[in-house]
C-alpha cells in the first residue's frame, strides 16, 4: 500500500504568462535539485487538471523507504510552497491521502516536526 501526496489549485483567472513561466521555473529548479533519482518526485498533471477553475494539480508517491520519506515530502512541499506563492489568489488544497497538510504563512507547508532533524536521522537509521 503507498502513501501520497496530493495538490491542487483552483481559481477563475487562468495563470498569466509570467505565472505559467514561474511554475516551470520552480518545477525545474525542483527538478534538477530533487535528491533521489529512483523515487517519485514533483508531478504536475498536463492538461486539463480536472475542474474548469483548476490552474495546477499534481501527486507525488510517496517513497517505502523511512529513511527518505521526510526528505521527500520536504522537498515536494517546499515546492509546492513555491507554486502557492507564485499562483496568487488560488485556493489551494494540499493532503496526503486523506490529511491536510497544514499551511503558515512564513512557513509554507509543513508538517509539525518534519523538518527536525534529530527525527531524520532516526529515520534514516531505519
Known amino acids: 500500500m503507498s502513501v501520497s501526496l496530493y495538490y491542487s489549485a483552483s481559481r477563475a483567472m487562468p495563470?498569466?504568462?509570467?505565472?505559467?513561466?514561474?511554475?516551470?521555473?520552480?518545477?525545474?529548479?525542483?527538478?534538477?535539485?530533487?535528491?533521489?533519482?529512483?523515487?517519485?518526485?514533483?508531478?504536475?498533471?498536463?492538461?486539463?487538471?480536472g475542474t474548469s477553475d483548476e490552474i495546477v494539480a499534481g501527486s507525488t508517491k510517496l517513497p517505502f523507504d523511512p529513511g527518505r520519506v521526510l526528505s521527500v515530502l520536504d522537498h515536494v512541499l517546499?515546492?509546492?510552497?513555491?507554486?502557492?506563492?507564485?499562483?496568487?489568489?488560488?485556493?489551494?488544497?494540499?493532503?496526503?491521502?486523506?490529511?491536510?497538510?497544514?499551511?503558515?504563512?512564513?512557513?509554507?507547508?509543513?508538517?509539525?516536526?518534519m523538518r527536525d532533524p534529530d527525527l531524520a536521522a532516526e529515520l534514516g537509521s531505519l
Open 78 to 113: 517546499s515546492s509546492v510552497t513555491e507554486l502557492r506563492r507564485a499562483l496568487p489568489g488560488a485556493d489551494w488544497r494540499v493532503h496526503m491521502d486523506d490529511l491536510d497538510v497544514p499551511w503558515d504563512e512564513t512557513d509554507g507547508y509543513a508538517f509539525p516536526g
Open 15 to 49: 495563470p498569466t504568462d509570467a505565472e505559467a513561466a514561474a511554475v516551470e521555473r520552480i518545477v525545474a529548479a525542483h527538478m534538477a535539485c530533487f535528491p533521489y533519482e529512483n523515487e517519485e518526485s514533483l508531478c504536475l498533471y498536463d492538461g486539463d487538471a
